[in-house]
């Protein structure tokens, strides 16, 4: 009854119906896993971004001793004291609060020397990039670690000329060109004094803390692995429904005239 289940077809049907059910299973785990990333992700930005602040030189002196990681150290809270350099790189291809817009980069040599690289905020598309402050600075933001190109990313520039415009805040690129030496991670301002002025650059804002889209990718990819599963069975029902009829109809033309004529013919019955 069921050989058939064996033979070359249904057997790569069998194989494309499992594989189909492993692979939405695995993406589903797989987002599962996303979450859990970004419920991480989210609990560290909430802890970390609530601790008082430090001094940079704490974090950068426990980065130098291997003590702290740069991931670690990320959305720390620091302050630093210094001047700015004139020159200021334009990291494009941002978005805050629904417009697009340009992220303005300035290196702060800091009292004690080291230069840092501070994103002092988000500036909309068609609007003038204000200059630096000029004079001595104190600032407070978050601990950044240096950006990296993803795969399949464009890559910036890179024929021997300052940098005006970046893609990504990739530090020992934007350190080529800078004095000193250079801190291996970056400050997303916050707060200075003097204050922030209205034509500054708006300091960019936390990330969502949200759990994401995630759970529903997950759920969806349950109830695709369902529906296939499902699929396959009513396929293989339908198939012996099918069977069974042909099997039914077969016997039936098999029967001759013959047979059919005996069964209709009236019993004699006999008479005493």
Same mark, same amino acid.
């Given at each position: 009854?069921?050989?058939?289940?064996?033979?070359?077809?249904? /057997?790569?049907?069998?194989?494309?119906?499992?594989?189909?059910?492993?692979g939405?299973?695995?993406?589903?785990?797989?987002? /599962?896993? %996303?979450?859990?990333? %970004?419920?991480?992700?989210?609990?560290?930005? %909430?802890? $970390?971004?609530?601790?008082?602040?430090?001094?940079?030189?704490?974090?950068?002196?426990?980065?130098?001793?291997?003590?702290?990681?740069?991931?670690?150290?990320e959305?720390?809270?620091?302050?630093?004291?210094?001047?700015?350099?004139?020159?200021?790189?334009?990291?494009?291809?941002?978005?805050?609060?629904? $417009?697009?817009?340009?992220?303005?980069?300035?290196? /702060?040599?800091?009292?004690?020397?080291?230069?840092?690289?501070?994103?002092?905020?988000?500036?909309?598309?068609?609007?003038?990039?204000?200059?630096?402050?000029?004079?001595?600075?104190?600032?407070?933001?978050?601990?950044?670690?240096?950006?990296?190109?993803? $795969?399949?990313?464009?890559?910036?520039?890179?024929d021997?000329?300052?940098?005006?415009?970046?893609?990504?805040?990739?530090?020992?690129?934007?350190?080529?060109?800078?004095?000193?030496?250079?801190?291996?991670?970056?400050i997303?301002?916050?707060?200075?004094?003097?204050?922030?002025?209205?034509?500054?650059?708006?300091? =960019?804002?936390?990330?969502?803390?949200?759990?994401?889209?995630?759970?529903?990718?997950?759920?969806?990819?349950?109830?695709?692995?369902?529906?296939?599963?499902?699929?396959?069975?009513?396929?293989?029902?339908?198939?012996?429904? =099918?069977?069974?009829?042909?099997?039914?109809?077969?016997?039936?033309?098999?029967?001759?005239p013959?047979?059919?004529?005996t069964?209709?013919?009236?019993?004699?019955?006999?008479?005493?």
């Open positions: 009854m069921y050989r058939f289940l064996f033979r070359p077809r249904w /057997l790569l049907f069998h194989l494309i119906v499992i594989a189909g059910i492993v939405m299973i695995f993406l589903a785990f797989w987002q /599962l896993d %996303r979450l859990s990333e %970004r419920k991480d992700f989210n609990s560290a930005v %909430r802890e $970390r971004s609530q601790e008082a602040p430090v001094e940079l030189t704490v974090i950068l002196d426990e980065l130098d001793r291997g003590e702290l990681s740069e991931d670690d150290a959305w720390r809270r620091v302050t630093t004291s210094g001047t700015y350099l004139p020159a200021q790189i334009i990291e494009f291809n941002n978005s805050q609060g629904g $417009r697009a817009g340009d992220n303005v980069l300035s290196a /702060l040599v800091t009292d004690d020397g080291t230069t840092v690289v501070v994103n002092r905020g988000f500036i909309p598309l068609g609007t003038d990039h204000p200059d630096a402050p000029t004079g001595e600075v104190d600032i407070i933001g978050f601990v950044r670690p240096s950006e990296v190109r993803e $795969r399949g990313d464009l890559t910036d520039a890179d021997g000329e300052p940098l005006t415009e970046i893609r990504r805040i990739d530090i020992p690129q934007i350190a080529r060109q800078l004095p000193g030496e250079v801190a291996p991670v970056f997303q301002l916050t707060g200075s004094e003097p204050p922030i002025a209205a034509d500054d650059p708006e300091p =960019v804002v936390l990330p969502e803390l949200d759990s994401g889209p995630h759970l529903s990718y997950a759920i969806q990819w349950f109830i695709f692995a369902f529906c296939v599963a499902l699929g396959w069975v009513l396929a293989v029902r339908r198939s012996l429904s =099918v069977r069974a009829a042909e099997r039914t109809a077969a016997s039936t033309d098999s029967r001759s013959v047979d059919d004529a069964e209709n013919q009236p019993v004699e019955t006999s008479s005493s």
